[in-house]
């Protein structure tokens, strides 16, 4: 089971964390993404971190201003996002990946488990 938290409204150039617990939190070949879904736009994926081989990655929109970590304690994920544009609004989904044996995935269709999504809103 996934559960995020965090979301909110933020300013622009604000910053927010998300979180993203996960019941199923493991430390072999396994990721985490973060997708996004803005009004009237397909859903996108933002950041992946693969907790067996350390790395991460990021769309070209958010590299240098959201960063995503592990906490392998307690089974959580984060996706702290500084310097927030209008355009960072939307529901942003938190998805594992348990049979990750290259790295992360930007592809949806490598996610099983899905979380309910956490609302992000950055006013101008």
């Known amino acids: 089971q996934i559960v995020e938290s965090g979301g909110g409204l933020a300013q622009a150039g604000g910053s927010l964390r998300l979180s993203c617990v996960d019941s199923?939190?493991?430390?072999?070949?396994?990721?985490i993404g973060w997708f996004r879904k803005a009004p009237g736009k397909a859903r996108e994926w933002v950041s992946c971190?693969?907790?067996?081989?350390?790395?991460?990655s990021y769309a070209y929109s958010v590299k240098g201003r959201f960063t995503i970590s592990a906490d392998n304690a307690k089974k959580t994920v984060y996706l702290s996002m500084n310097s927030l544009r209008p355009e960072d609004t939307g529901v942003y989904y938190c998805?594992?990946?348990?049979?990750?044996?290259?790295?992360?995935?930007?592809?949806?269709?490598?996610?099983?488990?899905w979380g309910q999504g956490s609302r992000v809103t950055v006013s101008s």
């Open positions: 998805a594992s990946d348990y049979l990750a044996v290259r790295g992360c995935s930007t592809e949806e269709r490598f996610y099983g488990s």
């Open positions: 199923g939190f493991r430390t072999e070949e396994y990721a």
């Open positions: 971190i693969s907790i067996s081989q350390t790395t991460t």
